[in-house]
């Protein structure tokens, strides 16, 4: 499984529009994902302090759009999907808000997924 962090604002207009298409899709050309070992630094250094997040866990099996891993850090690849997320790839969404100081921190429903890891392909 791989994650992506978004608001419920947006998740619910994808569902109305029935695709998920984040800003940095138009901007970047894909939709910046992470895994189950990295969502949390990923939360940590990008959503510090933003309340009203929806985590999306998706199976990369389901994905109609390309799915990449691309180095961006060094050493640390990262999954980028390039184009819009078909919403049949979205098993679960989980209620994703900081602690009271902003941070974020592993919660037990995403530890489960730990194990099931997406396979590495780097690019």
Not at 93 to 120: A, V
Request: charged share 20%; hydrophobic share 35%; glycine share 4%.
């Amino acid at each position: 499984m791989i994650f992506h962090i978004t608001t419920h604002k947006a998740w619910q207009q994808a569902l109305k529009e029935g695709v998920y298409q984040a800003d940095n899709l138009e901007t970047e050309g894909f939709i910046h994902c992470s895994t189950a070992d990295q969502v949390i630094a990923t939360a940590n250094r990008f959503y510090h302090g933003q309340p009203d997040l929806v985590l999306l866990v998706i199976d990369p099996e389901k994905l109609e759009a390309e799915l990449l891993y691309e180095e961006s850090e060094p050493g640390e690849f990262f999954p980028h999907l390039y184009g819009p997320l078909n919403l049949d790839a979205v098993t679960r969404t989980i209620d994703f808000p900081p602690d009271h100081e902003g941070s974020f921190s592993p919660i037990e429903r995403l530890t489960s997924y730990s194990i099931l890891r997406t396979p590495f392909y780097p690019r």
